[in-house]
């Protein structure tokens, strides 16, 4: 059995036991207006807000709650997110995470954020394998303090590619994450990450992609899954006139089913951003303009590092850049060419490349 099919069988094995409890959306923020003047780069949401303004005065109390309410209703997307949220903060100001850990060394979720923070910081510099050894024990006990856990087996699947793991290493790694989750987005992510810097081609990378997506359950952030391998080709500097035309017809069908996946997401809904930001990207690599425009409405003011901050030093002035081509090249947009016509003195736009080290970001 090839290793992609192995971890597609380790999913299907897990969604056929007794069903766990799907993320419920946070509520709406309202309809806002298109391209308000509020607009922030990685904007908390109302439940995080709280925990990183009292992490600023070096208070852990608050992330401390937060985290054990995820943990305590199984709200595993919600844990993962603001797991990494509270970790790029401590990345910056680790005191009042320091402090946690001195007043409860055992607690799984300050065990949680401080696996993430080393396993974050050791994947960003050269060489991360032997950086990554004091994160192994972390994780270990960050996933025995909470065993029905994804999250901690999310952050060992990435400690894994960083390391290089072989694949049976992995394929354990994998099927105890999907065992406890068989959804989870960040171990989808997670497993597309280590098929592509184990030198997966383009093609086997939308493969695993495309068949999770097919196998997610409706309104799953999984069904943008195909969408991160369309932005990975893009990114490494795949123009609209040299993509492959079995390629170009996979990103444009990851583009068509993240458009229907954000669909069923309020304008300006916050968990939905990052998708929609990386839909935005992609389809503007595709020179979708209409349809480009209409996600960076949907987005309003909930601009994401990702996938900006992977292609310069100045996120959100790429995404400003990219809304305002969206507009200017979105009149009368026909369907997708290369050689379209543009409006007078419209200039180009270049999707960029990333700056990742290998070539999935």
């Known amino acids: 059995m090839s290793f992609l099919r192995a971890l597609l069988s380790s999913a299907r094995l897990a969604r056929r036991s007794p069903a766990r409890a799907a993320h419920a959306a946070a509520p709406s923020p309202g309809d806002r207006a298109a391209f308000g003047d509020d607009l922030l780069l990685d904007a908390p949401d109302d439940r995080i807000a709280p925990a990183l303004v009292a992490a600023a005065h070096g208070s852990y109390a608050p992330a401390s ?33 320091t402090d946690w850990l001195l007043a409860a060394p055992h607690d799984p979720d300050a065990l949680l954020v401080q696996a993430e923070l080393e396993v974050s910081r050791a994947l960003d510099l050269p060489a991360p394998a032997d950086r990554l050894r004091p994160a192994r024990p972390l994780i270990d006990a960050a996933a025995a303090g909470s065993p029905r856990d994804p999250v901690p087996w999310r952050i060992a699947l990435d400690h894994a590619r960083g390391a290089q ?27 597309l990450k280590y098929l592509a810097a184990q030198g ?53 069908k ?19 951003a990052e998708i929609r930001n990386v839909l935005a990207y992609v389809l503007a690599g595709r020179e979708r303009w209409t349809e480009a425009l209409a996600e960076f409405r949907r987005i309003g003011p909930h601009a994401t ?5 992977s292609l310069t030093d ?3 002035g790429r995404f400003l850049e990219a809304r305002e081509t969206a507009r200017a090249l979105a009149v009368a947009d026909p369907p997708p060419a290369p050689d379209r016509a543009r409006p007078q003195g419209a200039r180009r736009w270049t999707p960029g490349r990333s700056r990742s080290d290998g070539h999935y970001a």
């Open 314 to 316: 100045d996120p959100l």
């Open 65 to 97: 709650e937060l985290l054990a309410a995820t943990r305590e209703r199984a709200e595993w997307e919600d844990r993962d997110r603001y797991t990494l949220r509270l970790a790029t903060f401590a990345h910056h100001r680790q005191d009042w995470l």
């Open 305 to 309: 590092s990702f996938p900006w901050a």
């Open 254 to 272: 990851a583009a068509d089913l993240a458009i229907a996946l954000s669909a069923e997401y309020d304008r300006g809904d916050p968990w939905a």
């Open 200 to 252: 997966s081609t383009y093609r086997e990378c939308f493969d695993f992609a495309e068949q999770a997506a097919e196998d997610a359950l409706p309104g799953s952030l999984i069904q943008a899954l195909p969408l991160r391998a369309a932005f990975a080709l893009l990114s490494d500097g795949a123009a609209p006139p040299s993509l492959a035309v079995d390629l170009a017809a996979r990103v444009d």
């Open 165 to 191: 793991a072989g694949h049976g290493t992995f394929e354990g790694l994998w099927e105890q994450a999907v065992r406890r989750s068989s959804h989870h987005y960040g171990c989808h992510v997670a497993a």
